[in-house]
């Protein structure tokens, strides 16, 4: 593949990254969005919209179902208006975990949709169960051909209650869709509470849905007709992305400011950056890191919304190994998603993976340069951090993996100082 590898030249520890790095739209969000957006007849507009691979691939997946996608810049409109399929693409649906999200929208509006198991990243285990469960429990049919499977409900969904066994953003998302056309109302229990997650329910609302317990773990949906928002949907900003940036900016920053972030949504990530002895300022929408002389070993468990997001894991191990003494990282969501420690234990980290869930790492240990190709979205950026604090020029392969969630990120790196090119 052309153009699919990062080549990083480190920073050998010396803390000299100055400078602002904006942050755009969150991923999470504009993936849902555009789902939702399938259970209108009529156009939306979204702004702050990334310049993202799985944007396209949601767009395409939208546009072979009849609908109409269409972008400029970081703005984009969609109108479902004349979608009249229900089978989703398989390479496509197989190429993001979000395409699981289109199941709420096609069976509430058609009464039927058939897709593969959904993609994504390789973070362990990404089972279906709650979604086939759940609209089972709402009346819908459930059948497997080959390698795809069919929901139908022809008679529309009942309401009802749903208790998820698992907290789940997507599940949570896809049942808050299927609900506002279903034929009674829906309580969803045990729901997730991420920005995100808040960020679809406003939109649903802006378009006339009615959603009560919005940010809580407890949501009722009532049935309603969904018309086209009056004004553009503003995606939330990517705390992730942020994160990210700021993880960089506790181990190699001069001063790193990132902009255009809810520190709101931050919490339990400020939380831990300050506790490894970063100064960490919040001035609007703004946050700004410096590196500290020291970084403190902490001992840091993911969580859903509001507790540490797993996503930002990676990057916050990189920071972990340059701390002085031991650290403790239990990564409670996913069971695949320390793996990527191999890589920068090669790089000289002293990462022990104790169980799928647990690793201990020591430090400080300084990382030396390599060749090495990123597995996942976040688990590829946080090879780029651990590259940019390196002795030496690494270089760092499957850029494209880390172009599904991360617009232009070698120039907005390149913008605070790091050398990093793509070639
Ligand atoms: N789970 C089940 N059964 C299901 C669904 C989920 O057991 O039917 C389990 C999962 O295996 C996992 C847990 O539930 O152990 C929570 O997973 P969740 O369903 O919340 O994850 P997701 O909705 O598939 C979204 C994000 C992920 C993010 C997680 C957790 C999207 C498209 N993806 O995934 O983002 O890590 O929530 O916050 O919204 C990323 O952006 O890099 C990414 C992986």
Redesign the pocket.
């Known amino acids: 593949m052309k153009d699919n590898t990062f080549t990083i030249v480190g920073l050998s520890g010396k803390k000299l990254l100055k400078g602002s790095i904006p942050v755009f739209g969150a991923?999470?969000n504009v993936?849902?969005v555009m789902a939702a957006a399938a259970l209108i007849e009529g156009e939306s507009t979204f702004t702050n919209v990334p310049d993202i691979a799985?944007v396209v691939a949601m767009g395409k997946l939208l546009e072979d179902l009849g609908g109409y996608v269409k972008r400029d810049e970081h703005t984009l409109r969609v109108n479902a208006k004349d979608i009249t399929g229900t089978v989703l693409n398989s390479a496509l649906a197989k190429s993001?975990?979000?395409s699981?999200?289109l199941l709420g929208p096609l069976l509430a509006r058609f009464g039927s949709v058939t897709f593969p198991h959904p993609g994504?990243?390789v973070?362990?285990?990404?089972?279906?169960?709650?979604?086939?469960?759940g609209f089972q429990k709402l009346g819908a049919e459930f059948s497997e051909s080959g390698d795809s499977y069919t929901l139908k409900a022809p008679q529309g969904l009942s309401g009802g209650e749903i208790f998820f066994?698992?907290?789940?953003?997507?599940?949570?998302?896809t049942f808050m869709m299927a609900g506002t056309k279903a034929n009674a109302p829906l309580t969803l229990k045990n729901c997730?509470m991420?920005p995100?997650v808040v960020a679809l329910a406003e939109y649903l609302i802006s378009c006339g849905a009615k959603i009560e317990g919005v940010g809580s773990s407890t949501l009722v949906i009532y049935p309603s007709v969904l018309t086209p928002p009056a004004a553009p949907f503003a995606i939330v900003p990517d705390r992730?992305e942020a994160a990210t940036f700021l993880a960089l900016g506790a181990i190699a920053g001069e001063s790193i400011t990132v902009t255009g972030v809810v520190p709101a949504h931050m919490d339990a990530l400020l939380d831990a950056l300050r506790s490894t002895g970063a100064s960490v300022t919040v001035d609007g929408d703004t946050v700004t890191i410096s590196a500290p002389e020291v970084i403190q070993p902490i001992k840091l468990r993911t969580h859903?919304?509001p507790g540490f997001?797993?996503?930002a894991q990676a990057p916050m191990m990189v920071v972990l190994t340059q701390a002085e003494g031991e650290s403790t990282v239990v990564e409670t969501?996913?069971?695949g998603?320390l793996n990527y420690t191999t890589e920068l234990v090669g790089m000289g980290a002293k990462i022990s993976v104790v169980n799928p869930h647990r690793a201990t790492i020591k430090g400080k240990t300084p990382l030396k340069a390599r060749d090495i190709d990123g597995p996942?979205?976040?688990a590829g950026l946080s090879f780029i951090l651990a590259a940019a604090i390196a002795d030496g020029t690494s270089h760092i392969g499957n850029a494209h993996l880390v172009d599904?969630?991360y617009e232009a990120i070698e120039k907005r790196l390149a913008s605070v100082g790091l050398q990093i090119t793509r070639s």
């Open positions: 991923k999470n993936l849902k799985d993001m975990r979000a699981i999200v994504g990243d973070i362990g285990e990404r089972p279906i169960d709650l979604f086939i469960s066994r698992i907290v789940s953003v997507t599940a949570t998302e997730a991420e995100e992730i859903e919304y997001p797993t996503d969501i996913f069971n998603r996942d979205i976040r599904r969630g």
